[in-house]
């Protein structure tokens, strides 16, 4: 089984970066976590979001954050639309699934017949 986090929207803040004061270097990312096994591929309801700064490349921490910084993320949370949670049946599981049924129908045949 493998967890993953995809990225789904990136927005560009113009607030100042509390490490190098750079006004054009913030971006919120929003990412969704992915659940991927041998039989199935899940999106999840879970969200998280990092503020990162490109010209000093450092992860901007909530502590960090200043009441502009704070009230832009607010704004972008509300306005943000995750894909929905869903589950996606690999061909494995579809397998299995047909294989089941085709046993349980030939068995209910072999019992049902033979009697006869």
């Known amino acids: 089984m493998s967890e993953k986090l995809i990225d789904i929207k990136e927005v560009a803040l113009k607030n100042n970066c509390p490490e190098c004061y750079s006004t054009d270097g913030l971006r919120l990312m929003f990412k969704q976590k992915i659940v991927e096994t041998k039989f199935h591929k899940s999106i999840t309801s879970e969200i998280n ?5 490109k010209t000093c490349n450092s992860i901007i921490y909530p502590v960090q954050w200043t009441d ?9 949370k509300k306005a943000f639309v995750p894909k929905k949670s869903s589950t996606f049946l690999k061909k494995a599981s579809w397998i299995v699934i047909i294989g089941t049924l085709m046993l349980i129908a030939i068995l209910i045949f072999l019992i049902f017949y ?3």
């Not at 502009?68 to 972008?76: A, H, L, S």
């Open 114 to 116: 033979t009697e006869l």
């Open 49 to 53: 979001h990092e503020i990162a700064c």
């Open 68 to 76: 502009d910084i704070e009230r832009v993320f607010e704004y972008q």
